[in-house]
C-alpha cells in the first residue's frame, strides 16, 4: 500500500499514552523516509517527528522527551511507530504519516495517510 495507513489514535486522559503506527510498502525505488505531523482544530498541520538519517529521531521541542519514533519492517511493510507519553491537553490533534521519497518523480512524491485522532483530556 502506497498510502501510508495510521492507527493507534484513542481518547486518553492526561499523563497517559499511546502508541500510534503507520504502515506503508511499495515504490521502494523511491526510497521513502517517514515521518509524523498532527494537525489541531483551528491549526495549521505541524511536523512532529521524523526518523534521522542515523535512525534516530527528529523531533519538534514541544514533543521532546515524551515521544519516541521507531521503525520496523514487517512481510515488506515499512512501519513507524510513535510512542507517546505523558501526554498533555494540547496533543489533541489529528495525526498524520507522511512518506517523503529521496527524490522527486511522477511516481516518487510525497504520500499522506489518513490521519488518526488523538484526544487528551485534562
Known amino acids: 500500500q502506497v498510502q501510508p495507513v495510521e492507527s493507534g489514535g484513542d481518547s486518553v486522559q ?3 499514552s499511546l502508541r500510534l503506527s503507520c504502515a506503508a510498502s511499495g515504490l521502494t525505488y523511491c526510497r521513502f523516509s517517514m515521518s509524523w505531523y498532527r494537525q489541531a482544530p483551528g491549526k495549521e498541520r505541524e511536523f512532529v517527528s521524523a526518523i534521522a538519517n542515523d535512525g534516530g529521531g527528529i523531533y519538534t521541542d514541544s514533543v521532546k522527551g515524551r515521544f519516541t519514533i521507531s521503525q520496523d519492517q514487517d512481510n515488506g511493510k515499512n512501519i513507524v511507530y ?3 507519553n505523558s501526554l498533555k491537553p494540547e496533543d489533541t490533534a489529528m495525526y498524520y504519516c507522511k512518506r517523503s521519497p529521496a527524490y ?3 511516481m516518487c512524491r510525497d ?3 489518513q ?3 488523538v ?3 485534562s
Open 14 to 16: 492526561a499523563g497517559g
Open 115 to 117: 490521519g488518526t485522532q
Open 111 to 113: 504520500y499522506w495517510g
Open 104 to 106: 522527486s518523480s511522477a
Open 119 to 121: 484526544t487528551v483530556s
Open 82 to 84: 510513535l510512542q507517546m
